[in-house]
Each structure stands twice: as C-alpha cells, then as structure tokens.
C-alpha cells in the first residue's frame, strides 16, 4: 500500500514548523522536499527541519514516521540524501 501525505497530515506538519512541499521543478529529482514551513518560524532552516523530523521518527511519533515514510516512496532521493546527513532511517 502507497503512503498518502494527506490534507490532515499537511496542516499538522505545518503546525509543527515543517512540511513536504513539491519541487516537482527541483534539479534534485526530489518530487517531494522536507522544508522548514518559513511563515511559522518555528524552524530555522531546511536542515534543522530534518533533525526535527528525525529525531521525532527515532522516539516513534507517528506523523514524522509516516513523513519519511512518504519521502522513502514518493522521493526516494530526498529520502536517500536525509538518510546520508543522518544515518539509517529505517526501523
């Protein structure tokens, strides 16, 4: 079964200072990028929006593992350069 980033899922992202947005357009061939949400200002920047979503998936909350699962299946390269920056992602 395909991971599904739903509306649901995006607003509770954004609420926490993060988010997947698309960068379809991305010279990456990244679909999908884990981002700081900017107009929260809760996060600095795209790298600490990483270590957030990380180490929130490391203690077992479901949105930040349902994230990295999404990125795993949907943008396996931004998946891939998260997993390099901050070790094994899987559980």
Same mark, same amino acid.
């Given at each position: 079964? =395909?991971?599904?980033?739903?509306?649901?899922?995006? @607003? &509770?992202? $954004?609420? %926490?200072?993060?988010?997947?947005?698309?960068?379809?357009?991305?010279?990456?061939? =990244?679909?999908?990028?884990?981002?700081?949400?900017? @107009? &929260?200002? $809760?996060? %600095?920047?795209?790298?600490?929006?990483?270590?957030?979503?990380?180490?929130?998936?490391?203690?077992?909350?479901?949105?930040?593992?349902?994230?990295?699962?999404?990125?795993?299946?949907?943008?396996?390269?931004?998946?891939?350069?998260?997993?390099?920056?901050?070790?094994?992602?899987?559980?």
């Amino acid at each position: 079964m =395909t991971t599904q980033w739903t509306p649901d899922d995006v @607003e &509770a992202a $954004l609420a %926490r200072g993060w988010g997947i947005f698309d960068a379809s357009d991305s010279e990456n061939d =990244t679909p999908y990028q884990l981002q700081a949400h900017n @107009e &929260a200002g $809760l996060i %600095r920047t795209d790298d600490d929006a990483w270590i957030l979503v990380v180490n929130n998936a490391r203690a077992g909350e479901p949105l930040e593992r349902k994230a990295l699962t999404f990125l795993k299946e949907h943008s396996p390269n931004e998946y891939k350069f998260i997993s390099k920056i901050h070790g094994d992602l899987e559980d």
